[in-house]
């Protein structure tokens, strides 16, 4: 009798079972508590977006490897985290037409156009959102008012954004602010940033997983708030509080989610510290001397583009020996 | 030093069960090619031999003698498949019944000179790949240059540290730890001898804190001068390079990767039970411990078989599994997949038998670029970019990122979420720079 034969390979012979499907499952399970945060703030129309965000950027991916007969991913869920992150960063009242149109120019434009998943150098999200941002900035200011499911009284301080305050009234209104209303995510904004405790806990949770690493998020949010804190110390009247900046907004999603797109950002140590401190303050600078209301994602973009020179900052390989002559 | 600390589940029991002593196998191969090149047959087709004769002689008298490790007749000599899957010209030997281990007479005294030719002589083979042959390896710089005459660098560098390397390679493998629970008394006769001939200053034993050995095997080599120390196991600890800077403090220059540049040397404590014993009653090197494992099975078997014995009868008796996918010699992350069930084991290993739904498939898509292999390269390379710059070929940019640095633990593979086959890319890279510098 012939037995069956032995299959051969190349060590290693075992595998940490760690996948792109097992990495995207966990974003999007990290994006959970985002997207209860917008139903929970602004209601269906908030997942509403998020749902038409994912299926048009599966569809584009789909066709879009199917009409240039390569290997179709769709089922890596790269597509999926994206249209949900990009449906996370849109105002729940945006039509569904830009939903569509972002998310097909994040997944062809940001990233098929670079060869798929984890080649593009720019965050594909961001891409989309840019794009759809520069050409229809009307649509996409315009932000609801939060209305919570239940427990929290609505907060009725502001009207607009926290940034757009700061921006359009001057740092005199935003310090009416209660920050546990910016912490819980209880003023006007999109669904996926206005709350810091959603994405604190999604974010907490793929550090856990070790899907991201821990340098990236920390150093922007400390890159971030150091920054603010000195503009802050020299003139108070002028800049607003360190904290303040760091809580509302998109700072938290830009150091967890957006910054850390595998592919755009550093690899090593020291790239990932200089590349998150990079992000926190060029947040700050956009916001405080930019025309837009909000730095994160031309800070994440533009921080996206040093990655390569960053990745130049080498650890020291073990076991080099200097060349005595 | 900090290792990247992954959950590679631990597939071994704490404490391993005695080896079981296995009957001699129908055929026995000697290869006769292996690291050192190729040895010429001291014997002829038909002739029958004595456990211990000298089957195979290397032109070097440095290089250990290829013995032969039951009595037996030899069939003829035949090209085999070596686990290492290179093709080998092997004495193949007919064993005449069970007979007793073979012994001569062991050395007198301890004059290091005629110990490391009597050691040469007794032909030890070792389970990891190392520049160069115990004993010349683990010689004093006097004892190097008077038995071997061996006085270039790296052996005109005293030995400061012997480390006597009792961690087990791999998540899974138990053989170290086996010699040390069961046969740790041949380790103690080892000491004295290991000590004159390496002149060490210090002697250091490195065992697995989770699986220490037993108290009274510590306390007898405390007695001896030997600085006992438990380490995490957290995989590659226990390779040379790795286990010398976590022991001592100093990096192995690379891709030299010879302990010896920085006055270490590190013998495998399977080599010190072979050595200790056969200082004690003679019995040569040609005994070897290996351990069968099925992790799906839960099995895990050692056996004491002679050196030389094919897979195939090992495999039979532990009844792994009656239809393997996938056999692996050395283990999960730095062993060699096997073809060949007559493929012939010479030194003590781990051969892991996987079923077809254990068996991990590489995938040929592009890098993610998601880094997850940059924090767990013992190296601190970026297998990263050595992956893709041999895979777009390359090769002088990836040398010049120290690709020859990597010592292929298969870490980076092993966490790779694309599945990318990391170390055949960067053994390929390896191997076109050595075959662009021949043309050269």
Redesign the interface.
């Known amino acids: 009798m012939k037995r069956p034969g032995l299959i051969v390979s190349p060590s290693p012979h075992w595998h940490s079972g760690r996948t792109v499907q097992g990495m995207m499952v966990d974003f999007a399970i990290a994006l959970l508590p985002c997207l209860l945060a917008g139903w929970y703030y602004f209601g269906w129309n908030a997942v509403r977006v998020a749902l038409l965000c994912v299926v048009s950027a599966v569809v584009a991916e789909a066709v879009w490897q199917k009409a240039l007969k390569r290997p179709v991913t769709v089922s890596d869920g790269s597509a999926v985290v994206a249209g949900l992150l990009l449906g996370l960063i849109l105002s729940p009242e945006v039509p569904g037409w830009i939903c569509v149109l972002g998310s097909v120019t994040a997944i062809l434009v940001g990233r098929q156009l670079f060869g798929g998943f984890g080649s593009n150098p720019f965050s594909c999200v961001l891409v989309g959102y840019g794009f759809i941002f520069i050409s229809y900035p009307h649509i996409l200011q315009s932000f609801p008012m939060p209305h919570p499911a239940f427990g929290l009284e609505p907060g009725g301080y502001i009207e607009y954004p926290p940034m757009d305050i700061l921006k359009m009234d001057g740092i005199q209104v935003i310090r009416d602010i209660p920050w546990t209303d910016l912490f819980l995510g209880n003023v006007p904004g999109t669904a996926g940033t206005v709350s810091v405790l959603a994405v604190l806990l999604g974010g907490i949770y793929l550090i856990a997983r070790r899907v991201i690493r821990w340098p990236i998020p920390v150093f922007c949010l400390a890159g971030a708030w150091i920054f603010a804190a000195v503009c802050h110390l020299i003139d108070p009247s002028l800049y607003a509080s360190p904290t303040f900046h760091v809580l509302a907004g998109w700072v938290f999603l830009s150091a967890f989610f957006l910054a850390t797109e595998p592919g755009t950002c550093p690899v090593t140590f020291p790239g990932m510290v200089l590349y998150g401190l990079g992000c926190g303050c060029l947040i700050i600078i956009i916001r405080t001397w930019g025309t837009y209301m909000e730095g994160a994602p031309f800070a994440v973009l533009l921080m996206n583009g040093i990655t390569p020179l960053l990745d130049r900052i080498r650890p020291r390989v073990i076991g080099r020996v200097q060349e005595s002559a | 030093m900090k290792l990247a600390k992954?959950?590679l589940i631990a597939a071994s029991p704490g404490s391993p069960p005695p080896p079981d002593v296995l009957p001699h196998p129908e055929k026995i191969f000697i290869p006769l090619d292996g690291p050192w090149g190729r040895a010429e047959a001291q014997v002829a087709p038909g002739q029958t031999v004595e456990a211990g004769a000298v089957v195979g002689r290397f032109q070097d008298p440095r290089l250990p003698m290829l013995r032969a490790s039951a009595a037996g007749s030899v069939e003829g000599i035949r090209t085999v498949n070596t686990p290492d899957g290179q093709k080998a010209q092997a004495v193949v030997l007919q064993p005449l019944g069970d007979g007793a281990p073979a012994s001569q007479a062991p050395p007198q005294g301890a004059a290091p000179v005629a110990l490391a030719k009597a050691l040469t002589e007794a032909g030890f083979a070792e389970t990891d790949r190392h520049p160069w042959p115990f004993p010349a390896r683990i010689c004093s710089p006097e004892t190097a240059s008077e038995a071997f005459q061996l006085t270039d660098a790296p052996f005109h560098n005293p030995i400061e540290t012997l480390i006597i390397n009792g961690l087990d390679r791999q998540p899974g493998e138990m053989v170290r730890r086996t010699v040390l629970g069961h046969l740790g008394s041949f380790v103690v006769q080892a000491v004295a001898a290991l000590k004159a001939l390496s002149q060490a200053s210090r002697v250091v034993l490195v065992y697995d804190r989770s699986a220490p050995p037993g108290g009274e095997l510590l306390r007898s080599l405390q007695e001896q001068g030997v600085d006992c120390r438990g380490l995490e196991n957290v995989y590659p600890s226990a390779l040379t390079?790795v286990l010398v800077?976590l022991v001592t403090g100093k990096?192995?220059?690379?891709?030299a990767?010879d302990p010896r540049l920085v006055g270490v040397a590190v013998i495998d404590v399977t080599t010190a039970w072979q050595l200790g014993r056969f200082l004690t009653d003679g019995t040569l090197p040609l005994e070897i411990l290996v351990q069968v494992s099925s992790w799906k099975s839960g099995l895990h078997r050692l056996y004491r078989v002679p050196a030389g014995t094919p897979l195939e009868p090992i495999l039979a008796a532990a009844n792994a599994a009656p239809?393997?996918?996938?056999?692996?010699v050395?283990g999960?992350?730095?062993?060699?997949?096997?073809?060949d069930?007559q493929a012939p084991l010479v030194a003590s290993d781990f051969v892991?038998v996987?079923q077809p739904d254990e068996?991990?498939?590489?995938n040929y898509?592009?890098?993610?670029?998601?880094?997850?292999c940059?924090?767990v390269c013992?190296?601190?390379?970026?297998p990263?970019e050595l992956g893709k710059l041999c895979e777009y070929g390359r090769f002088h940019d990836a040398e010049a990122?120290?690709l020859a640095?990597c010592i292929?633990c298969?870490?980076c593979?092993?966490?790779?979420?694309?599945?990318r086959?990391m170390?055949?890319l960067i053994?390929h890279g390896k191997r076109e720079i050595l075959e662009m510098r021949k043309e050269s």
């Open positions: 992954i959950a390079p800077q990096q192995v220059p690379q891709p990767s239809q393997p996918a996938k056999i692996v050395g999960p992350l730095l062993g060699y997949a096997q073809f069930r892991l996987q068996v991990h498939t590489y898509r592009a890098c993610i670029n998601c880094g997850h940059v924090p013992p190296m601190k390379l970026l990263n990122q120290y640095h292929e298969g870490l593979a092993f966490v790779c979420p694309a599945k086959p170390v055949q053994r």
